[in-house]
């Protein structure tokens, strides 16, 4: 008896051997041969139930399998691993036109610009190829390390040997740490946080709450705004009941609301003008709202096609106001290519959202969605007088190593999420 049940398992997992032996993909193989063991025993236990023997259930089941070389084939041809072309063909035109501002501006002729904007853009595209090629998957039972590793990077920033701007920095050799570097961690940390149904209410206040903290005592006010929105938006995809998340955000914007009418009692008067300056810049001409006004100046003289006076100075024109930059040196109808460019990326995300079958994967996206979109909408509203002037890059275009990781490290787990999509089981 133990020869034959010997002999039917080694039927099974010849059959399973040459169908995955037809696979190139080792994640594929692994998937199908799982896929199709469950499918095995379940045409196993049909079979056992019209009353054959293990043995006999056991072949019977394998040979309505079919052939395992056609059937390798077919598998291999429908999980082969995927790339979403377009993600890749809109990030090389991304990264192209990111060279246009040092163009205009004359600082392709500085070695030292042009070397560190090449260096960006291979460090960039090297984060999007690494992260395309892990499993996604693997990330999530690492919730834990990822939210400890941000925090341990804003804990050391407590102690900063660097200050830049205001901005608290820690260079360790060549390495400068800086807040933003905590994000992408939060990032991955928050999707396998709201993808675990034991976790609890208390939790998500507390590990929402300490970075808040540590970002404002940094004085990272863009950087804790744009994880705030992540988080905000990622609630809504989580494992809490719709009545939880319901009245998890109605408790959050009344905070904000009461945390904005206590914090007015105790504004400066010099961020006091800066308020108002935004508000109303005319008022603030010789002022804080000078660079408004400046900005105001450059678009209304760019033009359909831009501007043809050479030598204006547009402060921070190939960093947090390069949407400026773009459309003063190269026209209106430029920007509004340029941004529908930009919003691609937000399309493209949006239309692999419903294909993904699996919760975590969708958060990954959700959160990669909010990012990105938080970046995109607040720093060319911030050009358009929509939005306060502020340290926010936009995606892509800004000079700068970190705000480059950042998008490209939302691109490759688009990517690896998109390539895995149908190696997911859904039972």
Same mark, same amino acid.
């Given at each position: 008896?133990?020869?034959?049940?010997?002999?039917?398992?080694?039927?099974?997992?010849?059959?399973?051997?040459?169908?995955?032996?037809?696979?190139?993909?080792?994640?594929?193989?692994?998937?199908?041969?799982?896929?199709?063991?469950?499918?095995?025993?379940?045409?196993?236990?049909?079979?056992?139930?019209?009353?054959?023997?293990?043995?006999?259930?056991?072949?019977?089941?394998?040979?309505?399998?079919?052939?395992?070389?056609?059937?390798?084939?077919?598998?291999?041809?429908?999980?082969?691993?995927?790339?979403?072309?377009?993600?890749?063909?809109?990030?090389?035109?991304?990264?192209?036109?990111?060279?246009?501002?040092?163009?205009?501006?004359?600082?392709?002729?500085?070695?030292?610009?042009?070397?560190?904007?090449?260096?960006?853009?291979?460090?960039?595209?090297?984060?999007?190829?690494?992260?395309?090629?892990?499993?996604?998957?693997?990330?999530?039972?690492?919730?834990?390390?990822?939210?400890?590793?941000?925090?341990?990077?804003?804990?050391?920033?407590?102690?900063?040997?660097?200050?830049?701007?205001?901005?608290?920095?820690?260079?360790?050799?060549?390495?400068?740490?800086?807040?933003?570097?905590?994000?992408?961690?939060?990032?991955?940390?928050?999707?396998?946080?709201?993808?675990?149904?034991?976790?609890?209410?208390?939790?998500?206040?507390?590990?929402?709450?300490?970075?808040?903290?540590?970002?404002?005592?940094?004085?990272?006010?863009?950087?804790?705004?744009?994880?705030?929105?992540?988080?905000?938006?990622?609630?809504?995809?989580?494992?809490?009941?719709?009545?939880?998340?319901?009245?998890?955000?109605?408790?959050?914007?009344?905070? @904000?609301?009461?945390?904005?009418?206590?914090?007015? &009692? !105790? =504004?400066?008067?010099?961020? #006091?003008?800066?308020? +108002?300056?935004? *508000?109303?810049?005319?008022?603030?001409?010789?002022?804080?709202?000078?660079?408004?006004?400046?900005?105001?100046?450059?678009?209304?003289?760019?033009?359909?096609?831009?501007?043809?006076?050479?030598?204006?100075?547009?402060?921070?024109?190939?960093?947090?106001?390069?949407?400026?930059?773009?459309?003063?040196?190269?026209?209106?109808?430029?920007?509004?290519?340029?941004?529908?460019?930009?919003?691609?990326?937000?399309?493209?995300?949006?239309?692999?959202?419903?294909?993904?079958?699996?919760?975590?994967?969708?958060?990954?996206? @959700?959160?990669?969605?909010?990012?990105?979109?938080? &970046? !995109? =909408?607040?720093?060319?509203? #911030?050009?358009?007088? +929509?939005?306060? *002037?502020?340290?926010?890059?936009?995606?892509?275009?800004?000079?700068?190593?970190?705000?480059?990781?950042?998008?490209?490290?939302?691109?490759?787990?688009?990517?690896?999420?998109?390539?895995?999509?149908?190696?997911?089981?859904?039972?």
């Amino acid at each position: 008896m133990r020869g034959e049940r010997s002999l039917t398992n080694n039927k099974k997992q010849i059959f399973l051997n040459e169908v995955t032996d037809q696979i190139r993909s080792k994640e594929a193989k692994n998937y199908v041969a799982n896929e199709l063991n469950y499918h095995l025993k379940e045409a196993k236990r049909i079979w056992v139930e019209k009353g054959l023997p293990e043995g006999e259930a056991e072949e019977k089941a394998v040979e309505q399998m079919g052939s395992p070389t056609k059937l390798g084939i077919q598998m291999n041809k429908l999980h082969r691993p995927k790339v979403d072309w377009w993600l890749v063909i809109l990030l090389a035109v991304a990264l192209g036109l990111s060279f246009l501002p040092m163009i205009s501006l004359g600082y392709m002729e500085s070695r030292h610009f042009l070397i560190f904007k090449i260096l960006i853009v291979i460090v960039g595209i090297a984060a999007v190829a690494i992260l395309m090629l892990i499993d996604y998957r693997k990330w999530e039972k690492h919730g834990w390390l990822f939210y400890i590793l941000g925090i341990f990077l804003l804990l050391i920033l407590q102690f900063p040997n660097v200050v830049i701007n205001g901005l608290p920095l820690f260079k360790l050799g060549p390495v400068t740490i800086e807040s933003m570097m905590a994000v992408p961690l939060f990032f991955l940390a928050w999707a396998a946080f709201f993808n675990n149904e034991k976790f609890k209410i208390w939790q998500f206040v507390l590990l929402l709450c300490i970075p808040m903290f540590l970002f404002f005592s940094l004085r990272s006010i863009p950087i804790s705004y744009i994880y705030f929105v992540m988080v905000f938006i990622m609630l809504w995809w989580s494992k809490f009941s719709r009545k939880v998340i319901i009245t998890i955000s109605t408790a959050i914007v009344g905070s @904000i609301v009461l945390a904005s009418f206590l914090v007015w &009692q !105790l =504004v400066q008067p010099y961020q #006091m003008v800066r308020i +108002l300056a935004f *508000l109303d810049p005319e008022n603030y001409a010789d002022g804080a709202g000078f660079t408004i006004l400046k900005i105001q100046e450059f678009l209304s003289k760019a033009g359909w096609f831009g501007s043809t006076t050479s030598g204006e100075f547009i402060p921070e024109a190939h960093t947090n106001l390069v949407f400026v930059s773009f459309t003063y040196y190269y026209g209106w109808l430029f920007a509004i290519v340029l941004v529908a460019i930009l919003s691609l990326f937000v399309a493209r995300m949006v239309v692999i959202l419903p294909k993904v079958k699996d919760s975590y994967g969708r958060l990954l996206l @959700i959160g990669g969605l909010a990012l990105y979109g938080v &970046q !995109l =909408v607040s720093n060319i509203g #911030m050009a358009l007088g +929509l939005f306060p *002037l502020t340290s926010m890059s936009l995606p892509f275009m800004s000079y700068g190593l970190m705000p480059t990781v950042l998008n490209a490290v939302i691109i490759g787990v688009v990517l690896s999420v998109y390539r895995r999509k149908d190696l997911v089981c859904v039972r």
